[in-house]
T-cell receptor, first 116, second 112 residues
Framework: GAVVSQHPSWVICKSGTSVKIECRSL??????MFWYRQFPKQSLMLMAT?????????EQGVEKDKFLINHASLTLSTLTVTSAHPEDSSFYIC????????????FGPGTRLTVT | GQQVMQIPQYQHVQEGEDFTTYCNSS?????IQWYKQRPGGHPVFLIQ?????EVKKQKRLTFQFGEAKKNSSLHITATQTTDVGTYFC????????????FGSGTQLTVLP
């Protein structure tokens, strides 16, 4: 089946620094990638949708200048949390979809971010 | 915006008992997908329903999509300890982005 990787799997950073998370589709080309945030024992909250070669579409309430998304190729999207604060600590999960239709999303293993 | 509600939030069952989780959307959906997330893991796709009134089965799992395409259910017959995890429904819209709105999830615990 389709595999999506995420790197790093966990990261601890100091408040005020920036962290970059990579999401890669390993065996397929991802037309669209999604970035979610998940708090403990809660659901996945969509942060943004990114299509290769175009600007990401952010959900309401998500600061685009804080959460920078780049989808430079059909196999790679990155999320950069800029000037991180403790309240940004969370589980960030990406997913990728191969086609333009409403098919299944393949999720990465997630990145646990802790901001101290 | 679109909201997807899911109940119950938690369910503890004895192994062998049945389990059902229900999903309800505030708007008509183009499709609904179900995912399972094991503790410490990431969501894994189970199935997608597209047609009004559709019913699909996967071994002990039965998925239904309501006639109005606003609700759905997942029923597990004779639960096993391997069924433990959180089950999420995710409603798809018909917009160009084809985004998913996830329900709050039902955390299933199966007691041996």
């Amino acid at each position: 089946g389709a595999v999506v990787s995420q790197h790093p799997s966990w990261v601890i950073c100091k408040s005020g620094t920036s962290v970059k998370i990579e999401c890669r589709s390993l065996d397929f080309q991802a037309t669209t990638m999604f970035w979610y945030r998940q708090f403990p024992k809660q659901s996945l909250m969509l942060m943004a949708t990114s299509n290769e070669g175009s600007k990401a579409t952010y959900e309401q309430g998500v600061e685009k200048d804080k959460f920078l998304i780049n989808h430079a190729s059909l196999t790679l999207s990155t999320l950069t949390v800029t000037s991180a604060h403790p309240e940004d600590s969370s589980f960030y999960i990406c997913s990728a979809r191969a086609g333009a239709g409403a098919g299944e999303q393949y999720f990465g293993p997630g990145t646990r971010l802790t901001v101290t | 915006g679109q909201q997807v509600m899911q109940i119950p939030q938690y369910q503890h069952v004895q192994e062998g008992e049945d389990f059902t989780t229900y999903c309800n959307s505030s708007t008509t959906l183009s499709n609904i997908q179900w995912y399972k997330q094991r503790p410490g893991g990431h969501p894994v796709f189970l199935i997608q329903l597209v047609k009004s009134g559709e019913v699909k089965k996967q071994k002990r799992l039965t998925f239904q999509f309501g006639e109005a395409k606003k609700n759905s259910s997942l029923h597990i017959t004779a639960t096993q300890t391997t069924d433990v995890g959180t089950y999420f429904c995710a409603g798809g819209n018909s917009g160009s982005a084809r985004q998913l709105t996830f329900g709050s999830g039902t955390q299933l615990t199966v007691l041996p």
